[in-house]
T-cell receptor, first 112, second 113 residues
Framework: SQQGEEDPQALSIQEGENATMNCSYK?????LQWYRQNSGRGLVHLIL?????REKHSGRLRVTLDTSKKSSSLLITASRAADTASYFC????????????FGTGTLLAVQP | NAGVTQTPKFQVLKTGQSMTLQCAQD?????MYWYRQDPGMGLRLIYY???????DKGEVPNGYNVSRLNKREFSLRLESAAPSQTSVYFC????????????FGDGTRLSIL
């Protein structure tokens, strides 16, 4: 399997704090995507970062990508209870078929 | 806006039974995917279809078959269910061109006894 790994597996923080999740992968990529999954629901796309980009922002989300270390991080600032979910990174090797390889996910719990 | 619709939401089967999981999307997407999600393992690709009339194996295709019935519908069939196929199954679709996000249904929770 070429799945990536995410770290930590679980994270518990208080509302208002920042949450950082890390993703490592094994092969060269065209782009890396982050998804959120609420309990009992499907995945929802959050953000896509291309291999030639180092940082990208979307609202309270900040994603970084270091292709030399084959790693990415997702930062959620000023977290809210509604951010409680599992977060997955997914790598796209060629950028053409949109086939993704998903990491194992980080379960984030934001305490009110 | 329905997006990606999966049926059924829950199913319990006995070992050896067969069943078909249905998926339909209303976004005029070309590509569709079937994944399974097991605890601690993330999502693994079973089969995908880049366009109507084409299908290809993913990472874990054994024990499954698929049919891309038309542009909207992509079904997953278990011919002889095994306990190892107990999982949550997700269907997804994506638009034309590279670097497209995938849109997911809410899953089918399948238990095989």
């Amino acid at each position: 399997s070429q799945q990536g790994e995410e770290d930590p597996q679980a994270l518990s923080i208080q509302e208002g704090e920042n949450a950082t999740m890390n993703c490592s992968y094994k092969t060269s990529i065209n782009n890396l995507q982050w998804y959120r999954q609420n309990s009992g629901r499907g995945l929802v796309h959050l953000i896509l970062i291309r291999s030639n980009e180092r940082e990208k922002h979307s609202g309270r989300l900040r994603v970084t990508l270091d292709t030399s270390k084959k790693s990415s991080s997702l930062l959620i600032t000023a977290s809210r209870a509604a951010d409680t979910a599992s977060y997955f990174c997914a790598t796209d090797k060629d950028g053409a078929t949109n086939k993704l390889i998903f990491g194992t996910g980080t379960l984030l719990a934001v305490q009110p | 806006n329905a997006g990606v619709t999966q049926t059924p939401k829950f199913q319990v089967l006995k070992t050896g039974q067969s069943m078909t999981l249905q998926c339909a999307q209303d976004m005029n997407h070309n590509s569709m995917y079937w994944y399974r999600q097991d605890p601690g393992m993330g999502l693994r690709l079973i089969y995908y279809s880049a366009s109507e009339g084409t299908t290809d194996k993913g990472e874990v295709p054994n024990g499954y078959n698929v049919s891309r019935l038309n542009k909207r519908e992509f079904s997953l069939r278990l011919e002889s269910a095994a306990p190892s196929q107990t999982s949550v199954y997700f269907c997804a679709s994506t638009g034309t061109g590279g670097r497209q996000p995938q849109h997911f249904g809410d899953g089918t929770r399948l238990s095989i006894l």
